[in-house]
Structure formats: structure tokens, C-alpha cells
């Protein structure tokens, strides 16, 4: 006990609660995916800087020294599956062009017409045999090269010299496509380590895109990653997943770029009192396995483990393989940050993806992108691709957890410019969000690679 009461009647109200510790699988269980706990890295205690989500000047030097540097995430691959067809996504100020080439690799290009800057295509997809540009009828191939220049006998100069529109590193992993802004970002795979390796045993390329949203959000990128990198905040934003999750027994592991955490679903928080009939959240997670919960006289605390014993025993009959996949990972959240800016809610029969964009120059806002999956049983006909939508935020819901994140970001964005607030305090809980913030200024303090 300390010498000031008020202290101590400050922790007597805020102790965590006692919880016991849930039964995890054991490295020898986990046949691909690793589970061990990695060591805590010792990043100290101190504020993280609230400037770093307000001045214009760290969001210059972000793209200086990171966005330009780091592989990204730029297009879900079976909208790339013929020769011809193409994806024009955006990051920051660039807009960047990936094109399923004829031999059938991908190649990613800047998304500009050499001739007066204009931009070749609009933010989608598409097919084509050719891009003209339609500003004066430039046209380039599949590979990026000059097709035809109207009136090139006019232009005594002849034709730029580069032989067509800049191409950028791109490749493939996951069912996902990437490209970077860095000519020199090394192999993809180098970059991923370890989390493709984590992420092999999903069945990523049998997941159907269900959602494609893109949302502008009143704040910082930075501020919607760690909304996403920790569950402390369950109890005050979302207080109903306290009824379906273990929003304490946390595994956290930070890697050299990335981070993750593993948790449980199916279980109770211990911030609320075990209820006498079985919540309906988790009444959700039975059927989706195909349990009856009316079925179901087993304890609570036991229906995790026996929908893990469930799922492994039809899974096969049911068309789905998780023979790769661990006991845990057929129920819980195995929860992954891919640096900078992609959050995946990785899940045996889903898969939630998030992808946050900067703005192109205003740092109190942001481009939040939805693709949501569903793995699709065997024999079973694909979903038509869903149509992408554009909105704003509060034009209409994203889904009620979404829509509490939503809700709740412009507010911190508001009060990173207050007088009265000095910049983040965090906690143990919060460790993703410290390693995050370590790994970006690895790459500001002028290096294309984070030190361990």
C-alpha cells in the first residue's frame, strides 16, 4: 500500500479481474501454425506522441521513409484471373495499376499517362487488351510499354525515353496481391516472415470475397490500427462481445515488423457474471458449426472446447479441411497486424481483413477498406463477387462492432488536438500498439528495414 489514500482507493477500483487461465493447444499440438509465446520486447513506458497522428510534417515524412518503402496490400487475386484484367488502387497520393499479364504473372505499374500526368483508370477493376489513355489517346500495353502515340511525328523530341509507364515490384501470397512503391523492397516473402508462414494452413484460396466496403473515416490511419491492435477497449465500446470472447487472456507476440495476438471466442469475459442459459452470441458460433444449442447440457466454459471437438470431427463430411490448423484455431481469433496498415481476423471458416490508407494529405483522416471472406465448402457454387461500395462515414452501418469503432475514432482524433492531452498511455494490454509504433519509427529514423 502507498502513503496516499487516494491512490490507493484508485487501484482498489481498478484492479483487472481474477480470471482462471484458458487452456491453450500446446506447440506440439500446432502442426503448422506456431504458438509459442514470444518474448515481450522492453519498449518502455513512456506517451506516444499525439503529433504523430496531427502534423502534416510526420505525415510527409511517413510517406518519405515508410509508405514508399514497405510492401502493401493492393488487390484480392480472382479479380485478377484472366490476362487483361487489372486493379487501380490508391495509396496516399499515388494511385498504382496491377495487370494480369498474358504469360499469366502480374505486373504493377504507376497509374499515369506519360504525356501530361493524367491517370489511365479510375480506382476498380476492369479488363482490357490495352490502356488508352483518354486525355489524347496515349496507349499502352498489358506490360506497360507504348503502344501508339498519336501524331509521334509531331513531338521532335520522339517518345520518352523510359518506353512506357514505370513498373513497381508485385507479387502474389495468400490469394492476395502486392506491390510497393520501393524498387529495391526485396522479396515479398521476405517481408511477410513469419506470418505467411503462420497463415499457410488457412484455406485462403477457397475463401470467397462476401464484403467490399470503403469507408472515409474522420481520423489519423494510425488511430484506426490501434482501435484494431488491442481489446481493452471490448468493455466500454463493445460490450457485447464480453458475451462471446475472452477479452483478457490474451496471447500477444510482436515479431520484427508484425504482431499478433491469439483469442479465445466462445467463452465469457470475466468482467460479467456467467448467465444461466447460454448467451445467444455463442449460441451463434454452435450453429455455425452446426451444433444445436438446444442440444447442448454441457457447462458453459466447456462449449469452446467442444465446438473445437465438433468442428473436427464433421469438418471433413461438412466439405471444409482443417487438417493444417491447430484445435484452437477452429474456434479462436488468431489475430494478425501485416505492417503498416493490414488487419486480418483470421478464423478456420473466415477471414475479416482490414486496410488502412492515409489520406492523400490531410492526416485527421483516412480511407478504411472491408473485405470480408467465407471459406467455401467443397462441391459448393462460388458467391457472385460482391459490388464495391463507397461511402462516408455515418452515410449508412458497416455492421454493429464497425460501427461502434466508427463511431467512436473522429472523438479521438478530436482530442489528439486538445491542449489537455500530451499523446497515448498505455498499457500491458496495449503492447501491439507500442510495437507498432516502434516498428514506424524504425523506418522514419531513415532505415528500409526495422532493427530486432
Given at each position: 500500500?502507498?502513503?496516499d489514500?487516494?491512490?490507493?482507493?484508485?487501484?482498489?477500483?481498478?484492479?483487472t479481474?481474477?480470471?482462471?487461465?484458458?487452456?491453450?493447444?500446446?506447440?506440439?499440438?500446432?502442426?503448422v501454425?506456431?504458438?509459442?509465446?514470444t518474448?515481450?520486447?522492453?519498449l518502455g513506458?513512456?506517451p506516444?506522441?499525439?503529433e504523430?497522428?496531427?502534423?502534416?510534417?510526420f505525415?510527409?515524412?511517413?510517406?518519405?521513409?515508410?509508405?514508399?518503402?514497405?510492401?502493401?496490400?493492393?488487390?484480392?487475386?480472382?479479380?485478377?484471373?484472366e490476362?487483361?484484367?487489372?486493379?487501380?488502387t490508391?495509396i496516399?497520393?499515388?494511385?498504382?495499376?496491377?495487370?494480369?499479364?498474358?504469360?499469366?504473372?502480374?505486373?504493377?505499374?504507376?497509374?499515369?499517362?506519360?504525356?501530361?500526368?493524367?491517370?489511365?483508370?479510375?480506382?476498380?477493376?476492369g479488363?482490357?487488351?490495352?490502356?488508352?489513355?483518354?486525355?489524347?489517346?496515349?496507349?499502352?500495353?498489358?506490360?506497360?510499354?507504348?503502344?501508339?502515340?498519336?501524331?509521334l511525328?509531331?513531338?521532335?523530341q520522339?517518345?520518352?525515353?523510359?518506353?512506357?509507364?514505370?513498373?513497381?515490384?508485385?507479387?502474389?501470397w495468400?490469394?492476395?496481391?502486392w506491390?510497393?512503391?520501393?524498387?529495391?523492397?526485396g522479396?515479398?516473402?521476405?517481408y511477410?516472415?513469419?506470418?505467411?508462414?503462420?497463415?499457410?494452413p488457412?484455406?485462403?484460396s477457397?475463401?470467397?470475397?462476401t464484403?467490399?466496403?470503403?469507408?472515409?473515416?474522420?481520423?489519423?490511419?494510425?488511430?484506426?490500427?490501434?482501435?484494431?491492435n488491442?481489446?481493452?477497449?471490448v468493455?466500454g465500446?463493445?460490450?457485447?462481445?464480453?458475451?462471446?470472447?475472452?477479452?483478457?487472456?490474451?496471447?500477444?507476440?510482436?515479431?520484427?515488423?508484425?504482431?499478433?495476438?491469439?483469442?479465445p471466442?466462445?467463452?465469457?469475459?470475466?468482467?460479467v457474471?456467467?448467465?444461466?442459459?447460454?448467451?445467444?452470441?455463442?449460441?451463434?458460433?454452435?450453429?455455425?458449426?452446426?451444433m444445436?444449442?438446444?442440444?447442448?447440457d454441457?457447462?458453459?466454459?466447456?462449449?469452446?472446447?467442444d465446438?473445437?471437438?465438433?468442428k473436427?470431427?464433421h469438418?471433413?463430411?461438412?466439405?471444409?479441411?482443417?487438417?493444417g490448423?491447430?484445435?484452437?484455431?477452429?474456434?479462436?481469433?488468431?489475430?494478425?497486424?501485416?505492417?503498416p496498415?493490414?488487419?486480418?481476423?483470421?478464423?478456420?471458416?473466415?477471414?475479416?481483413?482490414f486496410?488502412?490508407?492515409?489520406?492523400e494529405?490531410?492526416?485527421?483522416r483516412?480511407?478504411y477498406?472491408?473485405?470480408?471472406?467465407?471459406l467455401i465448402?467443397?462441391g459448393?457454387?462460388w458467391p457472385?463477387?460482391?459490388?464495391?461500395?463507397r461511402?462516408?462515414?455515418?452515410?449508412?452501418?458497416?455492421?454493429l462492432?464497425?460501427?461502434?469503432?466508427?463511431?467512436?475514432?473522429?472523438g479521438?482524433?478530436?482530442?489528439?488536438?486538445?491542449?489537455?492531452?500530451?499523446?497515448?498511455?498505455?498499457?500491458?494490454?496495449?503492447?501491439?500498439i507500442?510495437?507498432?509504433?516502434?516498428?514506424l519509427?524504425?523506418?522514419?529514423?531513415?532505415?528500409?528495414?526495422?532493427?530486432?
Open positions: 500500500m502507498s502513503t489514500p487516494s491512490k490507493d482507493a484508485l487501484y482498489a477500483a481498478s484492479l479481474p481474477q480470471y482462471k487461465k484458458v487452456r491453450r493447444v500446446t506447440p506440439a499440438e500446432s502442426p501454425t506456431p504458438v509459442d509465446k518474448p515481450d520486447p522492453e513506458y513512456g506516444i506522441a499525439k504523430r497522428y496531427t502534423s502534416p510534417d505525415m510527409q515524412l511517413e510517406w518519405e521513409r515508410m509508405w514508399s518503402k514497405v510492401w502493401l496490400l493492393g488487390a484480392w487475386e480472382r479479380d485478377l484471373a490476362p487483361g484484367d487489372y486493379v487501380a490508391h496516399g497520393k499515388e494511385s498504382v495499376l496491377i495487370v494480369r499479364q498474358r504469360d499469366g504473372s502480374l505486373k504493377a505499374f504507376y497509374n499515369v499517362c506519360l504525356h501530361r500526368g493524367n491517370r489511365l483508370r479510375p480506382e476498380g477493376t479488363s482490357g487488351d490495352s490502356f488508352r489513355c483518354q486525355y489524347h489517346h496515349w496507349e499502352y500495353d498489358l506490360d506497360g510499354s507504348f503502344l501508339r502515340i498519336p501524331d511525328d509531331t513531338f521532335v520522339g517518345p520518352p525515353p523510359c518506353k512506357g509507364i514505370r513498373a513497381l515490384p508485385c507479387e502474389a495468400g490469394g492476395l496481391v506491390f510497393s512503391l520501393n524498387p529495391d523492397a522479396p515479398l516473402t521476405d511477410l516472415d513469419p506470418v505467411d508462414k503462420h497463415l499457410a488457412y484455406n485462403f477457397k475463401m470467397a470475397l464484403r467490399d466496403v470503403t469507408v472515409e473515416w474522420h481520423c489519423n490511419w494510425k488511430a484506426s490500427v490501434d482501435a484494431f488491442e481489446s481493452y477497449h468493455q465500446i463493445h460490450p457485447q462481445l464480453m458475451w462471446y470472447l475472452h477479452d483478457l487472456d490474451l496471447q500477444i507476440d510482436t515479431y520484427e515488423r508484425h504482431n499478433r495476438y491469439l483469442i471466442f466462445g467463452m465469457l469475459s470475466p468482467r457474471r456467467k448467465p444461466n442459459t447460454i448467451p445467444d452470441p455463442i449460441k451463434v458460433i454452435m450453429k455455425a458449426a452446426g444445436d444449442p438446444a442440444d447442448y454441457e457447462p458453459i466454459e466447456n462449449i469452446r472446447r465446438v473445437q471437438k465438433w473436427r470431427k469438418g471433413a463430411a461438412q466439405g471444409k479441411d482443417y487438417s490448423l491447430n484445435d484452437d484455431q477452429l474456434t479462436d481469433d488468431y489475430h494478425y497486424l501485416i505492417f496498415n493490414v488487419t486480418l481476423n483470421t478464423h478456420a471458416d473466415d477471414l475479416m481483413l486496410r488502412q490508407r492515409p489520406h494529405s490531410d492526416p485527421s483516412m480511407y477498406d472491408i473485405w470480408t471472406f467465407e465448402a467443397d459448393a457454387p457472385e463477387r460482391p459490388r464495391h461500395q461511402v462516408q462515414h455515418g452515410d449508412k452501418s458497416i455492421g462492432v464497425l460501427d461502434q469503432d466508427a463511431h467512436n475514432l473522429p479521438v482524433q478530436a482530442g489528439m488536438h486538445s491542449a489537455g492531452f500530451d499523446g497515448l498511455w498505455l498499457g500491458q494490454q496495449e503492447l501491439r507500442r510495437h507498432f509504433h516502434k516498428v519509427d524504425d523506418y522514419l529514423a531513415g532505415g528500409a528495414k526495422p532493427t530486432d
